[in-house]
């Protein structure tokens, strides 16, 4: 489930908007049960909610209801969901649906500057991404993350960002996004749902990073991190990738016993998938048996 | 884009699926709540709705959810709960304590899911007595559904965590040696799992640990021909998704399934290769050697 704390949510558009306490809740509510409610000791009622998000704004991706921005929302998220775990080719029909409501945002940009970077296309990809992060008011600048809302796509693309910095060989300026990014998740996401996918990607990403600038005992912190990430939430479909990455970093450590070990591991996962592949026989009739 | 437009999702698919106001917020909330959340009148809480959202079977992680603090750090505790009953009981044990401190007990839905992680390291621990267990497994399903009978399974609503309470009952059936009685609950279950309406990402991590429940049976039933086409479902799910949580035991099931039903020697001998570098993987080279071992001696392949 993603989930935003509403206090948490409101303290911090309040504050990123210089706005004091007393600014949010006149006419509204009391100083007092707002600062309840932003502590998270009170859940606001509707109507008193509705107020506070309509008086700080649209501009900072907050709006009230709205039913076709929560259907946009819904497609959003299972894209990048696909996206995430190389699904692809599930996406055409989400893409078709989010163009028919015509919306006029940053994400088919995001989609392409994806497609770009699975084409190897590093200076389109940035373009790409820098004019989404211009819509949102970043402008490259990692120093307002702190408090902004991030959907699930705008986290997706800072990875992708960082990941075509450090294929241009900006390593200093990928980490240090990535760095922010990792911390922006830590303090203020749920890691139940995508939000714990888009970790374990960064990880990754990140061990990816250090294996290519050769750091390989770097690179195998990050790989236990984002594996003991996997075990635990049950997120299985990067292991191959993480598996990869140590046997590239053991290689470069010039361990060839743990290198080989790891590239098998690999193996056997990519023939596990083909082989139940070809192996489909007739189906046995399980009715039968059945109560 | 906030919770408020919930309410409408929950009632147009309560409307699609022709339920009743009742039954869908039996043991959760009143009548008059949920109706004042399908009309955006109030917040529900946070476990409230997934409750309401898990029994209609929409997945609420496309949703954006607002909740309090005490809810999100509640949910955040059950995880780590559950990330190490496996690994450290004693970790796990003070974690529950937690939970259960933190649980709102005028809260049915957030009660039955620290009894839920309560139970399960009741199993885990196997301290009391395994018939006492099974009787609080189903003493915990009808906090929230008060007239809960296994053979009317098929006509139910159900949450995750109940459903995960079935699932955990018929383990503890499995251990009492009730195999029948815990095959039955198993494939109640899965057949719950299996309807139409549910939300494939919902049910994803259930229906592979209920499936593979069932091949352990049926295998320990001695039904190897059943199990096998499992099995097959099993693993045909692995390649759709590129991967699933339980490999090593999945292979485990399928090997000794191949030996059995005497399958051609290189198609047996490839799985247990295959499955030696997968348990190597996950559980390391100790384990591996005694798979090795097991395989040697029970079935004369070296």
């Known amino acids: 489930m993603s989930e935003y704390c509403m206090g948490e949510m409101i303290k911090r558009t309040r504050k990123s908007m210089n706005m004091s306490q007393e600014e949010l809740a006149f006419g509204i509510c009391s100083v007092s049960t707002l600062s309840r409610i932003e502590n998270g000791l009170e859940t606001p009622a509707r109507a008193t909610f509705e107020k506070m998000v309509e008086r700080l704004g649209e501009s900072k991706g907050l709006s009230p209801c709205d039913t076709a921005e929560d259907e946009a929302y819904r497609l959003r998220l299972l894209t990048v969901r696909n996206i995430i775990r190389g699904q692809q080719e599930k996406n055409s029909f989400l ?149 990869d990455i140590k046997a590239r970093a053991y290689e470069a450590d010039g361990r060839r016993e743990l290198e080989h070990e790891y590239r098998n591991y690999a193996h056997v996962l990519t023939e596990l998938i083909k082989s139940c592949a070809v192996e489909r026989k007739k189906p046995v009739a399980v009715a039968m048996f059945n109560y | 884009m906030w919770e408020v437009r919930i309410g409408e999702i929950i009632r147009s698919q309560r409307e699609k699926l022709n339920i009743r106001q009742g039954k869908l917020s039996e043991g959760i909330c009143t009548v008059s709540t949920l109706s004042k959340i399908e009309n955006g009148v109030i917040f529900p809480t946070r476990y409230k709705l997934q409750y309401l959202m898990e029994r209609l079977g929409i997945d609420s992680e496309q949703y954006v959810i607002l909740s309090s603090k005490r809810e999100i750090e509640f949910n955040e505790m059950v995880r780590v709960f559950n990330s190490c009953l496996k690994k450290d009981p004693a970790v796990a044990t003070y974690m529950l304590k937690r939970v259960e401190k933190a649980a709102d007990s005028t809260n049915d839905a957030e009660y039955q899911i620290y009894g839920e992680c309560s139970l399960r390291l009741d199993i885990a621990e196997r301290k009391k007595p395994l018939e006492n267990i099974a009787r609080e497994a189903m003493e915990l399903l009808h906090d929230t559904k008060a007239n809960f009978s296994l053979d009317r399974l098929g006509e139910d609503l159900l949450s995750k965590t109940e459903w995960n309470i079935l699932i955990d009952y018929a383990k503890v059936l499995m251990l009492l040696d009730r195999k029948e009685e815990a095959l039955r609950v198993l494939l109640g279950v899965k057949g719950y799992l299996s309807k139409k309406h549910m939300d494939a990402e919902l049910i994803r991590g259930d229906y592979e640990t209920v499936l593979l429940r069932i091949v352990e049976t049926l295998v320990s039933m001695g039904r190897f021909f059943e199990a096998d086409s499992y099995s097959d479902e099993l693993l045909e799910g692995f390649s759709k998704n590129k991967a699933t949580a339980n490999l090593v035991e999945i292979m485990i099931n399928r090997t000794t399934i191949a030996i059995n039903l005497r399958k051609p020697p290189e198609h047996v001998k490839r799985m247990i290769m295959q499955t030696r570098e997968v348990i190597k993987m996950d559980k390391g080279s100790e384990t591996a050697e005694r798979f090795d071992d097991y395989v040697r001696k029970e079935c004369g392949y070296a």
């Open chain 1, 95 to 243: 893409l078709d649906e989010y163009g028919a409501m015509g919306r006029a945002d940053a994400f088919p940009d995001y989609i392409k500057a994806s497609a770009s970077l699975d084409e190897q296309n590093t200076t389109e990809c940035v373009a790409l991404l820098k004019s989404i992060f211009g819509k949102k008011g970043f402008r490259g600048d990692l120093s307002k993350i702190d408090y902004a809302i991030l959907e699930p796509y705008e986290v997706h693309s800072f990875i992708l960002y960082a990941k075509c910095l450090s294929e241009k060989g900006e390593y200093s300026k990928a980490e240090r996004t990535i760095n922010a990014l990792k911390k922006y998740l830590e303090e203020s996401c749920n890691f139940d749902g995508i939000y714990g996918e888009l970790y374990i990607v960064l990880l990754t990403e990140y061990a990816e990073m250090a294996v290519t600038m050769g750091n390989s005992a770097e690179s195998l912190a990050w790989c236990a991190l984002a594996l003991n990430e996997i075990e635990c939430r049950g997120k299985t479909f990067l292991k191959k990738k993480v598996f």
